[in-house]
């Protein structure tokens, strides 16, 4: 299990004055071809966290946190999500900076992609 792949969509927030940074993720189950983008598991992993997010704006307004990377979808061995990710969610939440979250997510990641959309369209990944 620790060397399975796993995607993780998570998305940089603030909410009520309060950082928060959402996590999903799913299990792969062969890594991302090295030519491709992750499907219709990166959209449906996206879908996902934006709709509990969506359920949780009767809290209070949800504003992104920074530039356009704040919703980032990222492959990377499962031993990296249980290990490393907690950490650096508790390091950004404490007052940490984007960069230092930004780079340190890099040296985890093997391949990311910054979830963007246009009106009308399905979810599409440009490579982080």
Same mark, same amino acid.
């Given at each position: 299990?620790?060397? #399975? %792949?796993?995607?993780?969509?998570?998305? @940089?927030?603030?909410?009520?004055?309060?950082? $928060?940074?959402?996590?999903?993720? *799913?299990?792969?189950?062969?890594?991302?071809?090295? #030519?491709?983008?992750?499907?219709?598991?990166?959209?449906?992993?996206? !879908? #996902?966290?934006?709709? $509990?997010?969506?359920?949780?704006?009767?809290?209070?307004?949800?504003? $992104? %946190?920074?530039?356009?990377?704040? @919703?980032?979808?990222?492959?990377? &061995?499962?031993?990296?999500?249980?290990? #490393?990710?907690?950490?650096?969610?508790?390091?950004?939440?404490?007052?940490?900076?984007? *960069?230092? @979250?930004?780079?340190?997510?890099?040296? !985890?990641?093997?391949?990311?992609?910054?979830?963007?959309?246009?009106?009308?369209?399905? &979810?599409?990944?440009?490579?982080?």
């Amino acid at each position: 299990m620790a060397n #399975d %792949h796993y995607l993780v969509c998570l998305a @940089l927030l603030n909410q009520n004055g309060k950082r $928060r940074l959402p996590i999903g993720g *799913a299990s792969l189950a062969e890594p991302i071809a090295a #030519d491709a983008d992750p499907g219709q598991q990166g959209e449906a992993l996206a !879908l #996902d966290l934006l709709l $509990r997010l969506w359920q949780q704006t009767n809290l209070g307004p949800i504003q $992104r %946190h920074g530039e356009e990377t704040n @919703l980032l979808l990222l492959e990377m &061995p499962m031993a990296k999500v249980l290990e #490393d990710l907690p950490r650096l969610k508790k390091a950004w939440l404490a007052g940490g900076s984007n *960069a230092d @979250l930004y780079r340190e997510l890099r040296q !985890l990641t093997e391949r990311g992609w910054v979830i963007q959309t246009a009106k009308y369209s399905k &979810p599409s990944f440009k490579i982080w």
